[in-house]
């Protein structure tokens, strides 16, 4: 969920809609299609709903994969969509960036409990806010209270406007403290992408180096994710892909490939289905963290009560939502949403069972649209995840 995304959901998150997915009480799966017919068929519902192009790869405890994918990754020339395209990560990368922040404590190198002030003295200031009283740890967890000011485009000229625009993270964390918080610090909750650019500069703080080369350093090269790529203030992104389309409205489809990530620190990162799941599967199997960071990972609270309504029932942990399954159980996910690339992942508690689907158009007109895009790609999660039968990893 980044700044151009939530503009949109903030519309959205007042509508008293319960998704589909993660609501229904724990209860046996009827017989119906084999797993990979049904990805089929989930991918193609969220292409039926006018998402331009869709992708999909799930990955069983067995190692074995399926793929779907449908419509087109160009509306010019109907090229299909490639089932190996990069799209934009965005704030998936929040748990790439919790991972790398409890890869540090675990070594002794940082504390949760560490202030911001005592990294970063003096920079969060001014109109009620202070420093040194948030932690390390509110920040992943968005419980600051920091208001979260990042920049977005909310229709056609604004995106034509903003695309190429270069924020360095000091003037995006001076854009929140020109607000007030929004509750005192650990007595509430609300996303902050101003909180995670806090953590990329504690992170360059705390080793020497910029957060993208810790995380490259730490995460991608060990798991050998080679899809995986941070682009910087690039505004494309590698081939293939898909191009990305962002909905305003009827007659109003603009193609929104072509920008620069406004947080370009910790939001330019690329990948692919293969390489995200690859990441997760990983991380939940404890590949990552020793034991005690991947509980401290998991420890969760609860979300405020507008963005209950687009995670029914999920629960926040540092860099990860926990959210339930309909065949019993949860399972843990971090979806992105930036410059026409939606894509929302799923991996079971033991990392075994992995799900990933991206969308390349944003249909962030209405509510409504919001509310069913984000369902239909939520049924697909939960119907991969909850393949192998009732309560099954």
Known sequence: MTSTLRKHLVMALGVATLLTAGVAPAIAQPVGPCPA???????EAIHALGVSGVQARVIAPDGRQSVATSGTADLKTGHPVSSGGYFRMASTSKTMVAAVILQLEAEGRLSLDDTVDHWLPGVVR???????????????QHTSGIHDALPGYTTPEE???????????????GLAMAHEPDFPPGEGWAYSNTGYVLLDMIVQ????H??????????????????????????TLPEPHA?????????????????????????????????????LRALLGGRLLPARQLAEMKHTVPVSAEAERLWPHGRY??????????CGGTYWSHEGGDGGYITLNGVTEDGRRSAVVSMSEARGDTPEHILEQESAAGILIDHALCAGGPGTR
């Open 317 to 326: 942990g540092l860099g990860l939502v926990e959210r339930p399954l309909t």
């Open 159 to 173: 995106y034509f406007q903003q695309r190429h625009t270069v924020y360095e993270p000091e003037r995006l964390v």
């Open 205 to 208: 703080k705390a080793t020497g």
């Open 243 to 279: 191009q990305a389309y962002q909905f305003f409205g009827p007659g109003s489809r603009v193609d929104v490939t072509d920008q620069i990530p406004v947080d370009h620190e910790n939001l330019s990162w690329v990948t692919t289905i293969r390489d995200e799941n690859r990441f």
């Open 37 to 43: 017919e049904r990805l089929r068929r989930d991918t």
């Open 126 to 140: 001014g109109n009620g806010n202070d420093g040194s009283r948030i932690t390390v740890g509110q920040l992943l």
């Open 210 to 235: 910029p957060a993208h080369q810790e995380i490259e350093n730490r995460v991608l090269r060990p798991l050998v994710l080679d899809e995986t790529r941070w682009t910087g203030t690039s505004s």
